[in-house]
């Protein structure tokens, strides 16, 4: 079952940031929440994963409500290489399975 | 760094027909997941599995089945196949339950 609310589509210009957001209203406490993207037809590629905390790494930013109810992955200086479909994922790390809902499709404009 | 492994890359079938597909997981991961993604759509679960006991099981036809072995490497066998079961498959390692890492894929197509 859906965990997450993710809009279809977006666009974004090469060189600005990308904010996708991410609603998971009924998220558990135990719940992390993640983030991965699939470039056509590729395997889907992790990004970030964090708990209540906000999160970076080389690729980007995870901000995390404070209530964790909602959630937005930033890349701070889109490129053409970013256009993919982004996943948000929420999972318990003894869960032992990564639901993929449909996820936002993102397009990086020259 | 090493990555997940699969094989073949690509596959043609006849209906009816049996397929295997591998799986490498990263080492030292002792977690495996099997997807399967049809043209157009968002990966599904298939089944997972943790230290070579199956952990997890989703949306897999009957007449598939899978394993993890002792090296931990993994294998889904297709059996009967269908034109409907054309799709890219991918399996993804993790170590217990975190992050979980994805191979390229398998394309299969059935014909």
């Known amino acids: 079952d859906a965990k997450t609310t993710q809009p279809p589509s977006m666009d974004c210009a090469e060189g600005r940031a990308a904010n996708l957001p991410c609603n998971h209203s009924t998220i558990s406490g135990n719940e992390y929440v993640y983030w991965y993207r699939q470039i056509h037809s590729q395997g889907p590629q992790y990004i970030i994963h964090g708990l209540k905390n906000n999160e970076t790494n080389e690729m980007a930013s995870l901000i995390i409500t404070e209530d964790r109810k909602s959630s937005t992955l930033i890349l701070p200086h889109a490129t053409l290489r970013d256009t993919a479909v982004y996943y948000c994922i929420v999972h318990v790390n003894t869960g032992n399975q990564f639901y993929f809902g449909t996820g936002t499709s993102l397009t990086v404009i020259p | 760094a090493a990555g997940v492994i699969q094989s073949p890359r690509h596959l043609i079938k006849e209906k009816r027909e049996t397929a295997t597909l591998k799986c490498y997981p990263i080492?030292?991961?002792?977690?495996v997941y099997w997807y399967q993604q049809g043209p157009g759509q968002d990966p599904q679960f298939l089944i997972s599995f943790y230290e070579k006991m199956q952990s997890d099981k989703g949306s897999i036809p009957d007449r598939f089945s899978a394993q993890q072995f002792s090296d931990y490497h993994s294998e889904l066998n297709m059996s009967s196949l269908e034109l409907g079961d054309s799709a890219l498959y991918f399996c993804?390692?993790?170590?217990?339950?975190?992050?979980?890492?994805f191979g390229q894929g398998t394309r299969l197509t059935v014909v």
């Open positions: 080492p030292r991961h002792d977690t």
């Open positions: 993804a390692s993790s170590l217990r339950s975190t992050e979980a890492f």
